[in-house]
């Protein structure tokens, strides 16, 4: 006799729609393993959500146009800020907490929606409004999970494989979903403490996500949350290593491999777009072609490389830290302070002009970006010219690339051509 897919042998009765009681069948479904998985989620996606509203405000959206990736906002970029240089890592630790705790909780997340699936097909599908309401809202809570964590992860691995840009989807999904999440932990987080006080012991436990037909375990609850835990633990040390150099950044092994194989020597740290991939080529940066210029109240400067070289020479230690959740450690930078740019075109130390950068990049997102007053201002911003003691390479932005501190790595604009400040 053919019996249906998933139809226990021993038991001919067993029900075929997942909608029956009894379709559902682990033991380990019930309200203290939702509850617990509920609760790390809680505290984990309440993290994600707040790093990731830093994060767009340290591009200085409300700044220019060029830098606002979401410019149809409206009041949901009623928080914004203007974006601090201290500490130099504040941009780095955002987003590695960001990416690296998004990717961690993905087990988690899994486990949780694994664990309310009978929910899913429950029927009827609504029994009065209050639970029709509460459906729905529940439909944008775990749509707005997946399409966050997707959208996300496909940011971060593959670039820009969207319809449209990465950065409205994943804002304006943060809010529909934070906002569904918001009113299911109202709702839920009463019974999810109390879930976790009472129902020490299986068995004890009682609602719908409890089956009626109980399969052999094949784990405990507790094991069940390990098996979470550890496939958890295995992502995040698969990912950490991206924030680091060297031996611990060769752990990352989920981690993006950027534009570019960084090779070796002192420029050899994470590149994110080649000059190749820019279509930057070396007769455009060479000696005699690339000239800066720098416009300002007094007008305009035009200066070589070597008069560029020139001009007072400064250092700073900063990283680089992606929106991609990648950063490398501080680089030591050499080059003329963004300030002393200011002075050359008419900006007294009293003036704090903000400034726009353009690259000789001739299309692309990332091709020009504004800074602010306070960025301008902080004497570890360069127009830098060497890193780690040498020449910067092409891919690093050669002849001349902006680095600010605590700034996320697209303000720090390569292969720059052009700087214009003033009030933006
Ligand atoms: N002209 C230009 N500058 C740019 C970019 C770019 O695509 N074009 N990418 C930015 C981004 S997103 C990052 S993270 C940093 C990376 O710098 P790196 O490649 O030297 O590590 O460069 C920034 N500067
Ligand atoms: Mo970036």
């Not at 664990?115 to 029927?123: E, N, T």
């Not at 830290?321 to 990648?326: D, K, L, M, P, R």
Request: with cysteine; aromatic share 10%; net charge positive.
């Amino acid at each position: 006799m053919i019996r249906a897919y998933g139809q226990d042998m021993r038991d001919p009765d067993a029900p075929r729609l997942p909608s029956s009681p009894g379709f559902w069948r682990s033991p380990l479904r019930g309200p203290w393993f939702t509850s617990v998985l509920g609760l790390v989620l809680l505290a984990g996606i309440t993290v994600l959500f707040v790093t990731g509203l830093v994060s767009y405000a340290a591009y200085n959206p409300d700044l220019s146009p060029v830098n606002d990736k979401t410019p149809d906002k409206g009041i949901l970029g009623f928080y914004l800020f203007a974006w601090p240089t201290h500490p130099h890592w504040l941009y780095r630790l955002n987003q590695g907490v960001h990416v690296t705790l998004g990717i961690t909780l993905i087990p988690v997340l899994l486990a949780k929606l694994w664990s309310v699936i009978p929910r899913l097909f429950a029927l009827p599908p609504a029994r009065s409004l209050t639970h029709a309401l509460e459906r729905i809202s529940l439909l944008l809570l775990v749509g707005g999970a997946l399409f966050e964590f997707v959208t996300g992860v496909l940011n971060v691995q593959l670039d820009y494989v969207f319809p449209g840009s990465f950065y409205p989807l994943h804002f304006y999904g943060a809010w529909v979903f934070f906002a569904a999440f918001v009113a299911h932990v109202l709702l839920k987080l009463p019974t999810a403490l109390r879930n976790l006080r009472q129902l020490r012991h299986p068995g004890e436990e009682q609602n719908d996500l409890v089956t009626p037909r109980p399969a052999e375990p094949t784990v405990s609850r507790r094991g069940a949350l390990w098996f979470v835990g550890g496939g958890s633990l295995l992502l995040f040390v698969t990912t950490a290593g991206q924030n680091f150099d060297g031996a611990l950044r060769r752990t990352a092994l989920l981690a993006p491999h950027g534009g570019g194989e960084p090779g070796s020597g002192p420029n050899g740290f994470q590149i994110n777009k080649t000059a190749a991939y820019a279509g930057i080529s070396a007769a455009e940066r060479g000696e005699d072609a690339w000239r800066l210029v720098v416009t300002g109240r007094t007008g305009t400067v035009r200066l070589s490389r070597a008069q560029l070289a020139e001009l007072p020479l400064h250092s700073s230690a900063l990283p680089i830290a992606c929106v991609e959740g990648w950063s490398t450690s501080d680089q030591w930078w050499r080059g003329v302070r963004l300030r002393d740019l200011a002075a050359l075109v008419g900006y007294d130390a009293d003036d704090r002009p903000d400034v726009f950068v353009e690259s000789l990049q001739r299309r692309g997102a990332f091709r020009s970006a504004a800074l602010r007053a306070n960025q301008v201002a902080d004497p570890r911003s360069l127009l830098a010219l060497y890193v780690n003691g040498e020449e910067l390479s092409p891919d690093h932005g050669h002849p001349a690339r902006i680095i600010v501190p605590a700034a996320p790595g697209v303000l720090n604009t390569k292969w720059v051509a052009r700087m214009t400040f003033g009030d933006l």
